[in-house]
Every structure is written in structure tokens, then in C-alpha cells.
């Protein structure tokens, strides 16, 4: 046997972008470890990507072609040549386009776990055919739009600083599941110098356990807690006036949102003692420097906007800003310095402005018989809607449309994609060359193939060249050669060496080095669309209990469930349980209005009364209903950029019969 060690990067779905030393004996990936590069990884990597060769080669891997056999849902398919299968969609995508329309075909593209440039040619493909556009709401949108709202496109201040933090938030976090280098960096900070932690978060995680401070907030009601903490911070004159003037503007206009709620009238709303909220204020205002690590557990509710602008105002409000270890860690997307776009030349179709449908509502849109156009075509790729929407029941409804024409691009045969008339399979970053930007650190890196194709997987990128192709349209637009690829990366010296930071000279210091892009360079505290100030809405639901779905260390989002899934249990704490005459481990039913769960019972003390928790990303052969929590969850929208309001689901855990 010959064995070779190949260095490249993870692109999935976490903040940490670890650098990978990747094993392969005889043609086949054996081994997957952290190597050198992205200084982040620090020598380790996630259990979840150390296992992933058992998805590059798990027995649901799609190697060939596939085309429906069975009714939809069932997963009966024959396998098929590329030409087949291609020629198949090419026809579907043809007579839609002549028939209702180029609106009529939907891309449902996400990839939040591909490469950067995987969806480079497909989206230059979609646009020039004219299809319908899907907005990414289902995650970080508010959060986004939020920091956005605030800071405008500023650098968020980078992780590494925190070690010189002499006061850390983490508010909405769970980074010792979801961003595993961080937790390290807190700990060094505490112990070397003598850093004091903040949680904020309804369940008593890994961080919150040695945190100095923990409020365990009801879900849906950060924005009063946020509220709170600014009108203490007036309260006790530890507003930094000088700063304020200089740097922000709408400051009254929020505090006089936020006077409306003093510590004990927040208490009542947020299920946290007064006495935590003025000692988190009182920790806000007169330790220095500190940080606020925001993560994307607030804006999953009807009230998430108003909640990530109102913690985004906090660290503004103390001017907590201006040295190493201060200011706000959030996504870090927008750091990474890439010249490419999807445009089309100006033409009139290209101005054209197709319709867009947001992903929460779109089980809705697939069902809808009044829609002009209907949804003839859905192109899925990067995506197992069928169990990360909400309102899952929905989404499945429309899945097994007869009239719908459904493409699945994948590398396993997911829930989705049993619904599919057509698979195709997709390779993994293993197998493609790209590059890696990471959205948690300073780093941008090559991601290199280690390995051939598996079986017949093509990755996103040659499929859209080839449906491209197929459709007459100029290739010239669609090149992902290597060399393209590398020249999307811009440097001022022209060079690429494969792993580098991305961190701008001098650091990324905010309101010094860098200010928020707005045309004052001021942050904005009272510009939220529609809303101006921050507000918080009462929800009206019958059912007690909240529903949170945090990850595991078992998937990101649904992926690695193949293999590994979470344990699908429901979490409730003991009093909840006691209450309900519940013991851990009992059959339970997990219910509301729009469906029913059987589970197991699992009591846990880490939960605040009141809620209760379920894996996200779970399949649906995970529950014997086949359902998951997301059939749980209402497809309602936030109060900024339509995200998704999945801490919104109230519920009921009784008895199994």
C-alpha cells in the first residue's frame, strides 16, 4: 500500500476553516487531521470532519445518475448516463422556459457548506436563463442585515484579540460545539489574564458553565435584556458620552427606547434576576477592553433584528471600542478580498430582475395553485430542504408534487433527494480545487483535490458549465480552470501561496484602523428599516413550552446525519418534567397545532424552565413519525430580512399513549 499525506482546507459550514492534513492510501481517503496553515486550527480539528471520509464513501453516496423509479419520496430510482440524465433536465428546463416561463424554474442553490467559488458558473448559468432566485434567509440573514444596519460593511474585530480581553460576551453562542477554536482563546484570556466571561444563552452550555456571569434568557426576549443593560448603563453614568458624539449617531432615540425597561420590568420578561442585568451592566461600562462575540441564536424570532441591533448598540454605548480586545467578533464574510462577480454583459435580460422567493416561506410557494408562474422546475443543490425549512410539512407536500420537476445535485441521497426525479451526484471538496474564506478568522486558503472524483460525481461548477453547454449558452462565462480560479484571488503582489491571512495591515481594530462604511463613519443605532429603534413583540401562542434546535457536535446543519445523526430526544428541564409527570427516558409526544413528534424524553438541569430543546439537522428516519422539530416550526419572518423564526416554536411534551 502507498500511502500519501496531501494538505488542504475545510470549506464547511463553520467559522474555524481548519486547515486539513488529509491521508490517502492507494487512491482512497483514509485520514483526515489538522495540518499548518490557518494558525485558527492551532493543531486539531473537529471530531466531525476527522470522520469524513465515512461520508466520502458511506453507502448512501451518490456515485451515478439516478432517475425515479418509485413515487416521489420513496428513494426508488435506476441508475443512468450522464447524457441521460442531462438530456432529461435539459428538456424539462427547455419546455419551461417556453411554456410558463424562465420564472418557472427555481435553483434552489444554498452550498453554505461548499467551497467559495462552487457556485461561481451556476449562478452566471441561472441568471442568464432568467430563473427565479431563492434569498439565503434561513440563516445569518438578520444577523447580517442587523450588523449591516449598525456598522455597515466594517471589519468584525478578530478572534485572535480576544487573549488581550479583559471583559468577554458571548451572546447566543455555543462555539465549544459550533466554533471549537474559540473556547481556547476564551480560557487563555481567563486564566492569563484574568479575563471575566459573559453568557448569555436559555441553556447552561460548556462556555456558560465557567462563565462568571450566566443569564439564561427566554427565547425571543434578548432585545428587552439588551434594552435593559443600555438603560442601566445610563442609570449609572457609564455611558462613554465622548465616544457617542464622536462615532455614533441615534443614541437618544434608542436610549429612549430602551428607558422603557428598568432591570425589574426586563426580569419579569426575560426570566433573569434584576441584580445580573446591573451587574452586566455595571461589567459592560467600567471593564475594558471587552468584546462582544455575537452568534446567531438571537435573530431566530419574530423580534431578531431588533435583538442583534440592540446587542450590536451595547459595546457602542460603553465605547468599547479602539484597542486590541475590544469591540464586536461577527461574521467575517466580508473580509475576504476576491475580484469576481456573476454578471452578464449588459444586455436587457441580464437588467432584468427576476422574482425571488425567501427560503422560509418556500413550502408555502411550492404548494401555492394560484402562483404566476407555478414552480415547474426546482433545481436543488446544497441543500436538504426537506428538513432544514420550517414548516417541513409543507415543504414535503410540495416536494411530491406530480407536476414538479426536481433535480437533486448531491453527494448523498438525502431527504431531498428521494423526493428528486433526477439525482446527480456531487463531488466533495476533497475532490475539487477551490479556495476557503473563513467567516470566524482572518484566513482565506486553496483547497486542493486529494482525491479523483468518486464514482461519477461532477462538482457544482463543471454541472452548470455542462447545462451551459447544453443550452447554447457562451462558455467563455463559465470557466472554472484552475487558473480561473486563482485569479479570483486578489493580492498586491500578485502571489498565492495556498494558506494566508487576509487580515487587513495594522489589524482590525474597530473605530481606529477600520469605521463603520457608512457615508459619516458613524454606527447607527436607530436606522433599522421600518422600525428605526429596536421594538419587542409579545408572542401570542397557547402552547408553554419554547422549542430551541441548537446544533450538535453530531452534523453540520443536516450533513454527517447519514452516519452519525444526533440523538433525536427531547430535552426538558426537571421541573418542566416533574410538572408533567415525565421521567427521563419516557416515550413522549412532542406536539402543537401543526404536528406531532414521538420522541424520547431526556431531563436535563442545563435547560432554563420553560424550554425545551431537539437537534438540529436530524433526517427524517430518525423519528418514527418521520418528521422532524421543523415540522414543529411556523414559517413565520423576523423583523429584519425575512429570516427564519425557528425559537419561536411553542410546544407541548406529554405522555406517549
Known sequence: MTATEHVTACPLDCPDTCSLTVTVTDGRLTKVDAAPGNPFTDGYICQKVKHHARRVYAPERVLTPLIRTGTKGAGEFRTASWDEALDLVVDHLRAAEAGAGPESVVPFVYNSSAPLLQDEAGERLWRRFGASRIRHTVCAATHGAAYHVVFGDMFSADPFDVEHS?????????????????????????????????????????????????????????????????????????????????????????????????????AEVCGVPAADIVRFATLLGTVRPGVVRLGWGPERNRNGGSACIAVLALPVLAGQFGVPGSGVIASLGNATPLAWDAREPDTPEA???????????????????????????????????????????????GLARDDLFTVVHDQVLTDTARYADVVLPATTHFETHDLAASYGSYVLQETRPVIGPVGESRSNNALAAELARRLGYDLTRFDVSRAAILERCVRDDGAYDGARAVRPAGGTVQFRDTKPSHADGRARLASMPNLGVPRYEELDDPYPLALITPATAKTINSMFGEFQPADPAVHLHPDDAARRGLADGDPVVVRNDRAQIPTTLRVDPALRPGVVSMPKGSWRRDFAGGLTANALTPATLSDLADGACFNDTRVEVVAAD
Not at 222 to 229: C, E, F, G, H, K
Not at 368 to 387: E, H, K, M, R, T
Open 166 to 266: 479583559q471583559l468577554i460576551v458571548v451572546w447566543g453562542a455555543n462555539p465549544t460545539v459550533s466554533n471549537i477554536h474559540f473556547p481556547p482563546i476564551v480560557t487563555r484570556a481567563q486564566r492569563e489574564h484574568g479575563a471575566t466571561v459573559v453568557v448569555v444563552d436559555p441553556r447552561r452550555t460548556a462556555m456558560a458553565a465557567r462563565a462568571d456571569l450566566h443569564l439564561a434568557v427566554r427565547p425571543g426576549t434578548d432585545v428587552v435584556l439588551a434594552y435593559a443593560v443600555a438603560a442601566e448603563l445610563e442609570r449609572q453614568g457609564l455611558l462613554a458620552d465622548g465616544f457617542l458624539a464622536e462615532h455614533a449617531t441615534g443614541v437618544e432615540e434608542f436610549l429612549d427606547g430602551a428607558r422603557a425597561w428598568t432591570s425589574d420590568r426586563a
Open 351 to 397: 437588467r432584468r430582475r427576476p422574482r425571488s422567493f425567501g427560503m422560509n416561506q418556500f413550502g408555502a410557494a411550492l404548494c401555492d395553485p394560484a402562483l404566476d408562474p407555478p414552480i415547474d422546475v426546482l433545481f436543488v443543490q446544497g441543500s436538504n430542504l426537506a428538513v432544514t425549512n420550517p414548516d417541513q410539512q409543507a415543504v414535503l407536500r
